[in-house]
């Protein structure tokens, strides 16, 4: 057994992701998604503070209500998850896997000293648990 300290999620979370501002309009903001082709995106206000996720299935809401009125309609704001659960940046691995294990979440924005920094996903994790003990 090895004393190097496990690492921290803030060492293996994506930084270069998809972000969206509240006010875009959704039918843009699905297209962004689609395009980048990611499930979901962390939701930024002016100043860079998180304010929520959209995630595909929020999007699909948005598709279902623009099927009822034929056309698409609304913004970020409407439709995304706000006050979205999150991870600091300092968790451990293994604590962060035992909360992904708990939740229904794929992935998680991740704070430090409560500023958005990144986004930490299943497959972040259990790849980098992989390399932890290979």
Known sequence: MTD????????????????????????RAVAILLDAG???????????????VLS?????????SASYYRQWGGTVADYMSADPQTLDADLDLVSACEVMITSAYRRFPVLRHGRFVGQISRTDLLQALSREWR
């Open 4 to 27: 190097t300290p496990i690492a921290r999620i803030g060492d293996i979370m994506k930084t270069d992701l998809v972000t969206l501002a509240p006010a875009t309009e959704i039918v």
């Open 56 to 64: 595909k299935r929020d999007c699909l809401k948005a598709a279902l």
């Open 38 to 52: 990611v499930s979901g995106a962390c939701v930024l206000n002016g100043e860079g503070e998180l304010v929520g």
